[in-house]
């Protein structure tokens, strides 16, 4: 079995997760969560404290999302393709989504950490213009995001980056996202764990 640092609000974890659901070794993962003994001692094997970290069957450790989806795509082959062109794209649309995801826990984390001061409305203003500038673009362009014959590591990422702009109330983009929203509403249908990963607090 392996053993994945968890917490249901990450759209880190969610990404691993959807990505196992993907190449069908979900049932592999054993999910530790704050409340296990074993979460702080695994946590520690990435210096930085953050997760997720994937510890393998052989007691081998991965961290960040990223290493641990490349890894998963090792084991089947269908999250990134390995070389040529269509590797370049699907990496560079994934950078995509992980800087929507970044921006919007940035945002999230100014109101958390702000302490007895306010958060800096120029900071959160950076992070929505960030937000919003990549999905206005992703708008005009999601055609090229269609789920043709399989799910791959680009989908999955974009998909967690919306629910979560969503979960944590960050950014309204089903308002004006007309064709973002239509991709949503058709590929949360054949994403594999889409509802069993859903965020939550």
Known sequence: MYKL?????SPYVRKVMLAAYSIK????????????????????K??????PILMKPNGDYLFDSRVIIDYFNRLEGSLIPIEGKERDIVMTKCALTEGIIDAA?????????????KPS?????LQISKIKHSLMSLNLNVSN?????KVNA???GLIVALDY?????????????????????????????????????
């Open 145 to 149: 995001w269609e789920i043709l014959s």
């Open 154 to 156: 680009s989908h999955i």
């Open 25 to 44: 070794i979900n049932h592999e993962i054993d999910l530790v969560s704050s409340e296990n003994k074993f979460f702080q001692d695994l946590k520690s």
């Open 5 to 9: 640092t968890y917490s249901p609000a």
């Open 121 to 125: 409305k120029i900071w959160q203003e």
């Open 105 to 117: 826990l940035l945002y999230v984390y100014s109101n958390r950490y702000a302490g007895d001061s």
């Open 46 to 51: 990435n210096p930085l404290n953050k997760i």
């Open 165 to 201: 702009l969503n979960f944590r109330n960050i950014f309204n983009w089903e308002k004006d996202m007309k064709h973002l929203l239509e991709w949503h509403e058709k590929s949360k249908l054949v994403v594999p764990g889409y509802v069993e990963t859903l965020p939550k607090d």
